[in-house]
Nanobody, 122 residues
Framework: QVHLVESGGGLVQVGGSLRLSCAAS????????RGWFRQAPGKEREFVAG????????YYADSLKGRFTISRDNAKNTVYLQMNSLKPEDTAVYYC???????????????WGQGTQVTVSS
């Protein structure tokens, strides 16, 4: 059964850092593109970062470039999102996703995790 599990969320102060992890099973997920999205209260889910299955290409929401970094370890079937210089507006539930084709579009991702809460306090 397809399964994505996020971890690493929590409460952090402004300017702090967090690293989110997304572990996938079964191991065939190493051949899928992976992405991170987030959803703040009262807002639509939005794209954060994505990566092709090989890891050769990464892409980010324009507003997050330079602060967030996506990476993957195919041996562990895990994708990471390093978040630095966090701001209160980064507060949201963060979701990892997997799909055949990597993109910034929610519609291109077939599998989703349950989400992990990130709260940035000022």
């Amino acid at each position: 059964q397809v399964h994505l599990v996020e971890s690493g969320g929590g409460l952090v102060q402004v300017g702090g850092s967090l690293r989110l992890s997304c572990a996938a099973s079964p191991r065939t997920f190493s051949s899928y593109a992976r992405g991170w999205f987030r959803q703040a209260p009262g807002k639509e889910r939005e794209f954060v970062a994505g990566m092709t299955w090989s890891g050769g290409s990464t892409y980010y929401a324009d507003s997050l470039k330079g602060r967030f970094t996506i990476s993957r370890d195919n041996a562990k079937n895990t994708v990471y999102l390093q978040m630095n210089s966090l701001k209160p507006e980064d507060t949201a539930v963060y979701y990892c996703a997997a799909g055949i084709r990597g993109s910034s579009s929610i519609a291109d991702y077939n599998y989703w995790g349950q989400g992990t809460q990130v709260t940035v306090s000022s």
